[in-house]
């Protein structure tokens, strides 16, 4: 049996704007719902971005030195030495200011891949838009960094204690593998120089892919270098490498040593975190900004399944003569089932299609606003076959009620 269109469109006049409100709440549904999953799915991939070090077997200590007067290379010696003899410890490094992926703690600077690069670069009083130049954070630390941070040297070499130490200008850097491709395309960065302020600085080694101090979820997050240079601290942080299971109880006796390795030293609860712990820290913000997404779209979804089912109750009610006539003179269950559903898929589908224009019309006005992404159109279809299968959901109960409705009962019907 075909479905009988021209009724359902002349019902759906009789009732216009009734049928115009629920269309309009369709279509603005739609449209948030949309722009919410677009938005939802770029927080989870921020959240979840990998940081190209290995999580679960990484904690971090931070001690706060009170004494203004002590040798801090010698203070770092003997805090290394103390974590090195704690039983279960992989690897440990002490890392220059703290800096490393969610720290908030960044040290950044320019560069470029020649000089006539980088003198560009003087003349526009910075690297952007100079092609061969580029800004990015870098890393730095003890001896043993890369093993505590379960980093690889994919080409080059390590830094050696010589350069560690040395504190003239031009001393070595690492590389990641995506500064070494943006610099130098094609080719390794091992041997190339980089111009900076500092004069000359040569390109020993490169590494896997690390993620910035304070990633954006852009192609830039892994662009960053590490320096040689280990900056000792009368504070410091320490990166522990351990199994996964012993991280707490390494923390705890990394506590216990420090706070013996040194006289005036200040560590707390809240400077003795897994990186696990770092990371939820530091996407708090978004993981609430997720929950409140996700909360206001299944609110904003029930409450037009709601508008739709009710409506549908309303119309079944009003049209109980209507329909037992249809009975009556042949129509079956099924026939009744499917009007009501060929009658909402009508309107739903105006609401969808209006929704994906008011979607797309949205996500320009954020772009404006808040500068965000442009919506890929993708997002359009599945918004709208939510949105339909939502409205033959919530039709679906009084659609079979009416279907169950006797003839003889339904004729008797005012």
Not at 216 to 222: L, M, P, R
């Given at each position: 049996m075909t479905l009988p269109f021209k009724p359902i469109l002349s019902a759906l006049r009789h009732h216009r704007p009734t049928a115009l409100l629920l269309v309009l709440q369709v279509a603005l549904t739609c449209a948030i719902v949309i722009n919410s999953g677009f938005l939802l799915v770029g927080r989870i991939?921020?959240?979840?971005?990998?940081?190209?070090?290995?999580?679960?077997?990484?904690?971090l200590i931070t001690v706060r030195g009170l004494d203004e007067s002590a040798n801090a290379l010698a203070q770092q010696q003997t805090d290394l030495a103390a974590l090195r003899a704690i039983d279960g410890i992989q690897a440990v490094a002490a890392v220059n200011g703290g800096s490393l992926p969610f720290s908030r703690s960044s040290h950044g600077t320019g560069a470029c891949s020649s000089q006539a690069d980088f003198d560009r670069a003087v003349a526009a009083r910075g690297t952007e838009g100079i092609n061969g130049c580029i800004s990015m954070p870098t890393y730095g630390g003890s001896s043993d960094l890369f093993a505590a941070l379960g980093l690889h040297l994919v080409a080059g070499r390590d830094f050696t204690d010589a350069e560690?130490?040395?504190?003239?200008?031009?001393?070595p850097v690492i590389v990641t593998r995506t500064m070494g491709q943006r610099l130098w395309p094609g080719e390794s960065p091992v041997g190339k120089l980089l111009y900076g302020f500092s004069g000359p600085i040569p390109v020993v080694g490169m590494t896997d892919d690390v993620l910035a101090p304070e990633p954006?979820?852009?192609?830039?997050?892994?662009?960053?270098?590490f320096v040689s240079q280990n900056s000792a601290n009368i504070s410091a942080t320490y990166v522990l490498n351990s199994a996964p299971s012993d991280r707490k109880r390494i923390l705890h006796a990394a506590a216990e040593?420090?706070?013996?390795?040194?006289?005036?030293?200040?560590i707390s609860e809240a400077d003795q975190l897994t990186f696990a712990e770092m990371r939820h820290t530091y996407f708090r913000r978004d993981t609430t900004m997720l929950g409140?997404?996700?909360?206001?779209?299944?609110?904003?979804?029930?409450?037009?399944a709601l508008g739709i089912g009710g409506l549908a109750n309303f119309w079944v009610g009003q049209r109980t003569r209507q329909i037992g006539i249809r009975r009556a003179v042949g129509a079956t269950r099924r026939d009744i089932l499917r009007h009501f559903q060929?009658?909402?898929?009508?309107?739903?589908?105006?609401?969808?299609?209006l929704g994906m224009i008011l979607a797309y019309g949205l996500n320009q006005l954020l772009m404006?606003?808040?500068?965000?992404?442009?919506?890929?159109?993708?997002?359009?279809?599945?918004?709208?076959?939510l949105l339909w299968v939502l409205g033959q959901a919530a039709v679906l109960a009084p659609a079979l009620r009416a279907?169950?409705?006797?003839?003889?009962?339904?004729?008797?019907?005012g």
């Open positions: 991939e921020r959240i979840t971005a990998p940081s190209g070090l290995p999580e679960d077997r990484l904690a560690r130490t040395a504190q003239k200008a031009g001393a954006a979820g852009d192609a830039q997050d892994h662009v960053l270098m040593a420090l706070s013996k390795a040194g006289p005036v030293r200040l409140l997404l996700i909360a206001s779209s299944l609110a904003l979804l029930f409450v037009t060929a009658e909402n898929f009508i309107i739903v589908g105006a609401g969808v299609v404006r606003q808040y500068e965000l992404d442009r919506l890929p159109l993708v997002y359009l279809p599945i918004g709208a076959l279907a169950r409705v006797p003839p003889a009962i339904a004729t008797r019907a």
